[in-house]
């Protein structure tokens, strides 16, 4: 089963070991699977700066993703009411699609009045 969060752009931090690089994220998505829960979206970079730091983010072994921060109310709304929906959830992965698919196991973390933290 799958529940769109947003399907336009929403901006998306990626918080690593250098520092935090932002991008924006298109046709994001929760996804039931058994007891995980799959947090999905496409990385859409904007301009060749974004690109740049993407393409150093799938290229990069070292890249060191920390986090992930987003601000937007209608993906945390609609995130909240899916694991309320689904207390049988036990784990949240995290896919970001571009190049290739990269997944991470999170913890989801509310935050500020409209914002989420994917911590990793």
């Given at each position: 089963?799958?529940?769109?969060?947003?399907?336009?752009?929403?901006?998306?931090e990626l918080n690593n070991k250098f520092g935090t690089?932002?991008?924006?994220?298109?046709?994001?998505?929760?996804?039931?699977?058994?007891?995980?829960?799959?947090?999905?979206?496409?990385?859409?970079?904007?301009n060749s700066n974004q690109k740049d730091d993407i393409d150093r983010f799938y290229e990069d072994s070292d890249y060191g993703l920390e986090s992930i921060t987003?601000?937007?109310?209608?993906?945390?709304?609609?995130?909240v009411q899916f694991m309320e929906t689904y207390p049988q959830i036990e784990e949240l992965s995290v896919e970001l699609i571009y190049t290739s698919t990269?997944?991470?196991?999170?913890?989801?973390?509310?935050?500020e009045n409209d914002g989420i933290l994917l911590n990793f």
């Open positions: 089963m799958i529940r769109r969060l947003r399907k336009g752009t929403t901006s998306i690089d932002s991008v924006n994220g298109e046709n994001t998505e929760i996804e039931l699977a058994g007891k995980r829960a799959i947090f999905r979206t496409t990385l859409k970079p904007c987003i601000i937007d109310g209608q993906i945390r709304e609609k995130l990269k997944s991470y196991v999170a913890d989801f973390v509310p935050i």
